[in-house]
C-alpha cells in the first residue's frame, strides 16, 4: 500500500543495540545498526516517509528524545532492548504519546529467558514483532506506515 502523505516516523534503538553485529551474533545476527537502518531508510524512502533515527543506552535519553519528537512524529518504532522488561517511565512516555507505536525485537522474547517475555510496553503500542531478526524492524515499519496511511492522517506532502 503506497502512502498518499509524508509520513514523519521516530525510530529509537534502545541499550546495546549499538553492539549489533558484535554482541551475540548467534542471538541478534550479524548486521550491525547502520545496516539496518539502511534498509530502513531505502524503504521508507519508497513509502513517502522521512524517519529520525536515535540510539542510546540511556532510559533519559531516550524519553527525552521521545518526547522532544511528540509534536514531529506520526508514529514510533521502537526497541527498546533491556528496557522493555523494567522501564515503568518509557512505557508511561508511549502511553502519553497519543500516536500509534510498535514495539520491535530481533530476537524471540518468548524463546528467551523468563524474565524477557513480559514487556511493559506492550500494552501501549499498537503491535509488536518479535524473533524474525533485523526484519522485525522492517515489517515493523511496514506495518507503522500502512496503519498510518489507513487512518488517512493529514500531512503536508514531503
Same mark, same amino acid.
Given at each position: 500500500?503506497? +502512502? ?10 534502545? @541499550? ?12 541478534? =545476527? =550479524? ?33 527525552? /528524545? ?17 528496557? !522493555? /522488561? !523494567?522501564?515503568? +517511565?518509557?512505557?508511561? !512516555?508511549?502511553? +502519553? ?58 500531512? @503536508? @506532502?514531503?
Amino acid at each position: 500500500m503506497q +502512502a498518499d502523505h509524508c509520513f514523519h516516523v521516530l525510530v529509537v534503538h534502545g @541499550p546495546n543495540l549499538g553492539l549489533l553485529g558484535r554482541r551475540e551474533p548467534g542471538v541478534y =545476527g =550479524g548486521f550491525d545498526l547502520d545496516w539496518i537502518n539502511g534498509r530502513l531508510i531505502d524503504y521508507a524512502k519508497n513509502r513517502n516517509a522521512i524517519l529520525r533515527i536515535f540510539q542510546s543506552n540511556s532510559e533519559g535519553q531516550i524519553i527525552d /528524545h521521545i518526547i522532544a519528537n511528540m509534536d514531529w512524529l506520526d508514529g514510533l518504532l521502537i526497541n527498546a532492548g533491556g528496557f !522493555t /522488561h !523494567t522501564s515503568v +517511565a518509557l512505557r508511561d !512516555t508511549l502511553a +502519553a504519546l497519543g500516536k500509534p507505536a510498535i514495539e520491535v525485537h530481533i530476537s524471540n522474547i518468548y524463546a528467551r529467558e523468563s524474565f524477557r517475555h513480559k514487556s511493559l510496553i506492550a500494552p501501549v503500542c499498537v503491535g509488536q514483532i518479535s524473533g524474525l531478526g533485523w526484519r522485525s524492524y522492517l515489517y515493523g515499519l511496514m506495518a507503522l506506515l500502512d496503519l498510518l496511511a489507513e487512518r488517512k492522517q493529514a500531512q @503536508p @506532502p514531503c
